[in-house]
């Protein structure tokens, strides 16, 4: 149905700022919500923002003021600039979508979760 696949990890120091991509692809698919969420080290998955349809976004507190959310729904893309970075932020990030087969489906909320494969962010103090 829909692959999603994350770039743009990497080390930075403490501080600096990365912006994380995520690209949707397949070959029939309409997308509800997007999301990125993150994974550390012996911690559970977490939700850092989450961004729907109508455009409404949801940060963790933990993020807020600091990472920016953004989709492009004409690229079938989503965004995740991060500021201000902090060695807690340290995680694999991972893209999250509610995906359907249609229009249709999205509005029936016939939609399956879908993950990328994660991109790992460091950030050194």
């Known amino acids: 149905q829909v692959q999603l696949v994350e770039s743009g990890g990497g080390l930075v120091q403490a501080g600096g700022s990365l912006r994380l991509s995520c690209a949707a692809s397949?070959?029939?698919?309409?997308?509800?919500?997007m999301a990125w969420y993150r994974q550390a080290p012996g911690k559970q998955r977490e939700l850092v923002a989450m961004i729907s349809n109508d455009s409404s976004k949801t940060y963790a507190d933990f993020v807020k003021g600091r990472f920016t959310i953004s989709r492009d729904n004409v690229k079938n893309m989503l965004y995740l600039q991060m500021h201000s970075l902090k060695p807690e932020d340290t995680a694999v990030y991972y893209c999250?979508?509610?995906?359907?087969?249609?229009?249709?489906?999205?509005?029936?909320?016939?939609?399956?979760?879908?993950w990328g494969q994660g991109a790992l962010v460091t950030v050194s103090s």
């Open positions: 397949g070959n029939s698919f309409s997308i509800k919500s």
């Open positions: 999250h979508a509610q995906a359907g087969y249609s229009d249709y489906d999205v509005i029936a909320n016939r939609v399956v979760e879908v």
